[in-house]
């Protein structure tokens, strides 16, 4: 069983980001980067299979600046046997030449499982492991909670509105991690000092924009403080009012 | 919020790329398994059992130990930082990881038989036994040389008696490590170490009661009566008082970081609560009397992290000096306590309750405080150091 997974280097969700002088990106000084969340349980996943089945690789693929092989280092030490960095310092927000480099990549190499987190939490375009997909002429199951392998299928569940959606795909295929699908593990300490002796490929790629180019960033208005409109059940005439009138949600 | 810790002087470029990634896996696996129950345990008075499978899975257990016997082989910058961050949680879960460490596996490791290592380090490493260290003594805290418990060679091996007090994890060991004198009472040299399954006839431990300090751990009285263990119970490399201080040595090099740790938890409270308190229309923190407390908490802690560094610096070196060890332990949990009393007085009446942690911190602090070689003691240590001259 030898399983891809495509990891992203991504600010901590409980960073404050600054928006830089040019207006198109954020400053990356004293932002602490982590490990994409989403991307945990598409490692864990993969480590569980390879552990289930006895056998089998697992790599860890990232596309990005050389910072990311510290982000690839971390999927070592939680477990994964190699790591390969397609390297470049560009950035394209276009999700189309992002998936171009990563198929490239991935396709022939071999793999009977791709997986992806279901999306990155920077940019949350959700898009670029079933465009992978696409170009692979896999099939794949997006923001899956639930995932069986057997005998060259697999089955995942996903969530839907309202209730829970059952796929069978063939192998090989690609699918994204939702939260849910497993409680990913702490790196070991040893982990941790292993990775470092696990291979990891560095590979310069070609990154194009795209067609498509950042204009401005923005971060969201502040937030007014809130008001008290009075205490106990009195006081939802008035809050009913101010939702109506001031809040314009009702 | 997840802990950020204090960096003021970029102390992290110190670190290298490993040695912060153990110090975030530890701090994310506080902030998830020990943040949220550790209050109740506190209240409770009693030791979150349920997190030493955790501890150990991670490989928490004597992580300076070579990875021959289990143990996670790492250098001792990584060892400290991993006692910084369980500190940050509470001393009495760095106190169990400690004792384990340092005080069970650390003599075992440098004075056991090969035999005595294979038996028990795997064991220890995994959480499966759990050790405590039998050294103080009801009467003999600070001068342990005068312990009265003894071990007398028989013909088929030993026997011993004696009482050992303030025992960290004492009632939940499986293992003891218990000193004893083989010799005269007055005679220091013959002080030995064993190892002392606690199921053995005639061992007995009593949990120690009433404590307003290190609730969450367990603190407990061992009682050796007629104790008869085999010949290979004796550490065979044990020769004197200076084996047992060799193991706290180790102990106190991973408290010296740990303290830094509690004094990062009651710092980042302190900074929160100044943030968003408002009295007098404005938060507290606008205000130059929290501002002076602040700023005083980050010189103190920016200190005791480079002091840290450089002590481990030396320590992976092989060229620590046991004063050089006194002189961080005793800085760095005075300091510790200093800013938790600080914290606890900047929250005001909300630094009195369990759901803040200065109190806790601060309580804790004061038997780290006296524990592993008192404020005084240490003192007394570079006294000597810097004069040549005992002043003991």
Redesign the interface.
Known sequence: MKIAVCIKRVPDT?TRIKIGADGKSIVEDGVKFVLNPYDEYAIEEALQLKEKSGDGEVVAIAMGSAASQ?TI??AL?MGADRGILLQTDAVSVNPVTVAKVLAAELDGAGYDLILFGKYAVDDSSQAVGTIVSELLSLPSVSAIGHLELADGKGTAEREIEGGVEVVEFSLPAVVTADKGLNEPR?????G??M??KKPLEVKPVELGDGGMTVIQLALPPERPEGRIVGEGPDAVPALIEALRTEAKVL | ??F?GLDFLDVDSLLS??EK??RD??R??VDDAVMPIIAEHYLDGNFPMGLVPQMA????FG?NLP?EYGC???NNV?YGL?MQELERGDSGVRSFASVQGALVMYPIYAFGSEEQKRAWLPRLASGEAVGCFGLTEPDYGSDPGGMLTTARETDDGWVLNGTKMWITNGSTAHVAVVWAKTGDIGDQASIRGFIVPTDTKGFSAKDQKGKLSLRASDTSELVLQDVHLPADAVLPKSKGLKSPLMCLTQARYGIAWGAVGSAMACYEEAVSYAKSRVAFKRPIGATQLQQARLAEMVTEITKAQLLCVQLGRLKDAGTMRPEQVSLAKRNNVNIATEVARETRRLLGANGILAEYQAMRHLANLESVYTYEGTHDIHTLVIGQAVTGLSAF
């Open positions: 409980e510290e280092r971390g030490a702490y790196p070991a300490l040893r941790i000092m990775a470092k | 919020m997840p950020q790329e490993e990634a153990i896996t530890v994310r696996w899975e991670l490989g928490l992580a990875e996670a082989g790492l990584a991993i």
